[in-house]
Structures are given as structure tokens and as C-alpha cells.
């Protein structure tokens, strides 16, 4: 499957801030990404009532029981088996500044509460640039979300659940009765669909040639992770 990064030079952005500049004012965010903890989507995806693929987009498109987009995300092995939530970020139009949405209204910029639902597809499926409503991947494991007031100024959990295997995670939004078109985006306020990390991340085995031949040197609520001979192992369930 074709990917790309939608937000590379954002995140690069994100990371390439010295430590003396002031931190971008996020004090007024519906939400913040905890920086480190969470993935934005590598693939948006498009698609409507019918057997045209639309393709990869950098903008979310909703309209009522029409027009869905598909988010596919990147779930890193070393997260497998840690739980993940589905955050989705609807700021106001003032806390954006290289992004803006319409939201309800028809497509226009008429605001109000809205419906959408959050529907997740099968661990490692997901959309590719050929997918069409017609040919999305199977849905589940869990049901589908309805959330039917959704406003800007908010910021909204959606789900929490098993981060799978590591790969793809893959969920749909979709409406009913509202329009929703977006630049997914974390400038000035986050806006969009996010999988936000709910543990810390796994410390990586250390790479070097004489290591201990077995050496415990990370621990964490759900495992241990163990370093044996260039091997890292996990017992599930254990404290250190
Ligand atoms: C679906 O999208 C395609 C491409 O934008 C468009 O040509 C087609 O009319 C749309 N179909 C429906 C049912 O909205
Ligand atoms: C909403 O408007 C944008 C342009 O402003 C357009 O590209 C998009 O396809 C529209 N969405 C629907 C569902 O009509
Ligand atoms: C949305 O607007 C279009 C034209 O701008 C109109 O044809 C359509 O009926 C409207 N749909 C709804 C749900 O209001």
C-alpha cells in the first residue's frame, strides 16, 4: 500500500523547536496531544456512495449518509497490546491558524451540534488509495460510536481499546445529517481524528555488543520486558 505523510513537515516542525523559543500557546485548546504519545493519521481517505475511488486527501469530507472519510493510523509494534483512545478535536474557528473547518450547515460555515459517528475497521486493514464505499475493509471489533452533539470548542474521547498488534489502525467517520470538511492539522489547536497512547512508551532495548546476557531494564503496568542476548522478551502481567 502506497502511504504518505501528511503532516511530515509538521511533526518535524514539532520536533525541530528549540528548547529557547516560546512554546506555542495552546492554553485555550479544546485538547492537547500529549507530544510523544500519540499518532496522527498517515493515510485520509475519502469516499462516497459509490464505486469512484477519490483517493488520498489532506482533507476530512462528511456529508449525510453520503461522503465518509477513512483514517488510517500507524500503530508501532512496540505499542502491541497497550491500550489506545480515539480522541476527535473540533476547535473554533479563532483557535485555528493554518487550518480551518466547515462544519453542519450544508457545507457552509454555519455551526451547531451535529452528529457523527466513529466506526473502527478490522486491526491491519484499513483504506488504500482505491478504496470506494463500495470496497472499504470489513468493520469491527467494537461497534460503532454516535455522538450527536458535536460542536466546535470541543474535544471529544471516543473510544478506548486494544492498540492491536501493531500496524494498521483504520476508522471511519461518517454523519447522518451534518457536513463536516477539515484540514487535519495540530496548528494552533489540534483538529481532527487522533489515536493518543494511554500508557508511556516502551523503553527500546539497548544496541550494543557486550550487553549483560541478561538484563531486566524495563518495567511497566502490563509487562517486563527483558534483554537477553541481543532479544527482547515480555512477560505479561508482571511488576518488576
Ligand atoms: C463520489 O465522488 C466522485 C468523485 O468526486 C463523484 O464523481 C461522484 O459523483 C460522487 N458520488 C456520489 C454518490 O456522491
Ligand atoms: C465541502 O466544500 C469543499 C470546498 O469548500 C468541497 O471540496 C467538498 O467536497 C464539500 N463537501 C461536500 C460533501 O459537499
Ligand atoms: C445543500 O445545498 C445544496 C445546494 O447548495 C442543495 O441542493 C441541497 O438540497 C442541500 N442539502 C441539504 C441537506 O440541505
Not at 491491519?124 to 478504496?131: E, K, L, R, S, V
Not at 463536516?180 to 539497548?206: M, S, T
Request: hydrophobic share 35%; proline share 8%; aromatic share 14%.
Amino acid at each position: 500500500m502506497k502511504k504518505f505523510s501528511v503532516f511530515s513537515a509538521a511533526i518535524v516542525g514539532i520536533n525541530a523547536i528549540p528548547t529557547t523559543l516560546k512554546a506555542r500557546d495552546t492554553s485555550a485548546c479544546p485538547y492537547y496531544l500529549p507530544e510523544g504519545s500519540y499518532e496522527f493519521p498517515h493515510l485520509i481517505v475519502p469516499i462516497n456512495n459509490s464505486d469512484i475511488a477519490i483517493g488520498h486527501s489532506y482533507f476530512a469530507d462528511v456529508s449525510p449518509g453520503d461522503c465518509a472519510t477513512i483514517f488510517n493510523f500507524d500503530i508501532p509494534t512496540s505499542r502491541a497490546d497497550q491500550q489506545c483512545s480515539v480522541y476527535f478535536t473540533l476547535p473554533r474557528h479563532d483557535q485555528l491558524v493554518t487550518s480551518d473547518f466547515k462544519w453542519n450547515g450544508n457545507n457552509t460555515s454555519t455551526e451547531g451540534p451535529g452528529t457523527l459517528d466513529f466506526i473502527q475497521y478490522a486491526y491491519n486493514t484499513g483504506a488504500t488509495d482505491a478504496t470506494t464505499g463500495n470496497t472499504q475493509p470489513p468493520f469491527g471489533p467494537d461497534v460503532p460510536i454516535t455522538y450527536s452533539t458535536i460542536q466546535p470548542g470541543n474535544a471529544y474521547k471516543v473510544w478506548t481499546g486494544s492498540c492491536g498488534t501493531g500496524g494498521v489502525m483504520s476508522w471511519k467517520l461518517s454523519s447522518p445529517d451534518s457536513y463536516l470538511y477539515y484540514f487535519q492539522d495540530w496548528n494552533l489547536c489540534a483538529i481532527g481524528l487522533w489515536v493518543v497512547y494511554e500508557g508511556a512508551a516502551p523503553v527500546q532495548a539497548p544496541s550494543c555488543g557486550s550487553c549483560p546476557s541478561t538484563k531486566k531494564f524495563a518495567s511497566h503496568a502490563a509487562w517486563v520486558e527483558t534483554y537477553t542476548d541481543g532479544a527482547l522478551t515480555r512477560e505479561a502481567g508482571t511488576q518488576a
